[in-house]
């Protein structure tokens, strides 16, 4: 902080500025003056934060050097002082607003108390106005981000007041918390506000030294710009920023298990901070394709792909692979639409959206009567609003898919009844290959549909994991070649499928409750 004293008595003037150690009190700066219009002058040149000034002086007394540092400065702590027992000076002073009144002779310690609750008082207004003006900003450009503000005049502008310098080259960046409806929603409220605060403070700290203004993260997207220093150059400042989204995903992941994608504009003038939006947006929409956890440059001369009309003759074949039931031509073709549209440079979440909409239309246009099905089930009925949880095309593509093999299930079984066929299916495939390396992606690929989707559907109509289910069928021919032969445990390991002698050995004690030489003692008396 600055402090200026001004007093015409030299000895008084001196003596509170060398006879006081002010870096004591975090003040590294004094300068003192012999008369009023002298410490005018030195206010306007070096704006101190605290003035001791005497009432009595020449030229501009005290109280008129008060007026106008308060006129121009209304925060300015001024203190005064006077030899003279008058209650006028301290109305007056009151009045004037200063911080304190003080009669001469001043003793040190009072002074210097009134000095320390001065600065205490200063700094608190500070830290308040800076919320502020803080709030202010965030609010102005969360007002630009949802298209409630498009005025972006120097005069009108909050962020471009709450900036104390605009010139140079600005960076805008979209964060986007991954999996946002269903991961945050099992945070509980107070987690949730411990993790805003974990990324306020990464914030913070990476950009504590740049200017920038970020929205309320409590949103699903959220915006940080950033002044870029002159230390920087546009790609060692992205270097940087990606090495911070590095750190602050390993601290979210660690602490609250959730990551964050971030979109990252070309530099530019802050005058174009809408086109830094719209660039960082569009630098997240490579999370449909890619997957989140990531940070995504813009593209020069991105334009958003909303609309996704499906080509005619797509149509028409799903349309015939849905009326024949044929599981495998659909799995074919949607797969083949949504990769084609990952490839379109733009393609919005809308876009991805429109798609659903319209593969599901078709779906039901062959099938009407499993739309009925869908609004008397528990199931949203199928709409845009359906998909807008969905962050990226897997799980988009995942979701068109269950509804087309929940349908073509229920047509196939005619009775609208359990998903039978697929199931049947798989574990025919278990059965007559338990000996082979069997995944859940091998059963997938064997009954054309997704792994996710085989994973829940096995698990609803068998009741137990594909993974269970496989390892029962084992052991269950483990035990009979163990009452049957006079095979090795080992042996009946690797003829069963196991590849690990201790995991077959677990699995085995866990579902019969011993161990296969004691299984084989009591199954087969007398035979080792």
Known sequence: MKLLIADDEVQIR?????????????IDQVYSAANGTEAWELYNRHLPDIVITD??????????????????????????????????????AIQIGVADYELKPVKLRSLIEMVKAAQHKLLAHR???????????????????????????????EIVRYLTNTDGNFVCMALEWDGYAVRLSAL?????????????????????????????????????????????????????????????????????????????SAPGPVEALLRLMGEACGALNGKLVHGGGVVFRAVPGFVPVRHYPLPLIVEQKLAEAVLHLDVAAVNALIDRQFEEAGQIAGLSREGVEELCVELLRILYGVWPEERKEERRSDRPEWSRATFLHYEIMQT??????????????????????????????????????????LTVETLAEVTGITPNYFSHLFNKEVGVPFREYLNRHRIDEAKQLLRSTNLLAYEVMDRVGFQ????????????????????RKHAVPGKL
């Open 127 to 157: 830290q308040e106005e800076r919320e502020r003006r803080t709030l202010q900003a965030a609010r102005c450009l969360e007002k630009l981000a949802l298209g409630e503000q498009s005025n972006l005049s120097m005069g009108a502008c």
């Open 55 to 92: 009432i009595r002086m020449p030229g501009m007394d005290g109280l008129e050097l008060s007026r106008a540092i308060k006129r121009k400065t209304p925060s300015a702590a001024v203190i005064l002082l006077s030899g003279y027992a008058d209650f006028q000076y301290a109305k007056e």
């Open 188 to 264: 509980s409220p107070e987690r949730r506000e411990q993790m805003y605060a974990e990324v306020g403070k990464q914030l913070l700290s990476r950009f504590a030294s740049e200017e920038y203004v970020a929205t309320d993260m409590r949103e699903r997207r959220f915006y940080v710009l950033c002044r870029l220093a002159q230390v920087y150059s546009a790609d060692s400042w992205e270097a940087s920023v990606r090495q911070w989204h590095w750190d602050l995903n390993g601290t979210l992941t660690d602490k609250f298990g959730i990551t964050v994608s971030l979109g990252l």
């Open 396 to 437: 988009h593509k995942e979701e068109v898919l269950r509804r087309y093999m929940m349908t073509l299930e229920r047509q196939r079984n005619g009775s609208g009844g359990k998903h039978t066929y697929l199931i049947a299916q798989a574990t025919d495939y278990i059965r007559s290959h338990y000996k082979s390396e």
């Open 500 to 519: 690990n002698y201790k995991y077959f050995c677990q699995v085995f004690k866990k579902s019969e409750g011993c161990s296969p030489s004691d299984y």
């Open 14 to 26: 001196t003596g509170l500025a060398e006879g006081i150690d002010w870096s004591m009190f975090d």
